[in-house]
């Protein structure tokens, strides 16, 4: 099982490392989360992979979610 230091140190957070980070959410909010990371990378113009599962950038994360926690 991954650290939380492993999962932040990552380009990028699949919605099972982000359950991790925070067990108090379902799993389906967990892909929600995610889904709402890759739209503000696409917005910002980042790269988004098309990948299984989905992939969502570390750093939009901090930016956005981490402080919040």
Sequence with gaps: MKTKEEILNQIYITSNDLK??????????CV???KELRSDM??????VPKSKPLLASVKVFKK????MM
């Design 20 to 29: 991790l980070l925070v067990p108090t959410l379902g799993k389906g909010r």
């Design 42 to 47: 696409e917005k910002e113009g980042m790269y």
């Design 64 to 67: 956005k979610l981490y402080v």
């Design 32 to 34: 929600e989360i995610v």
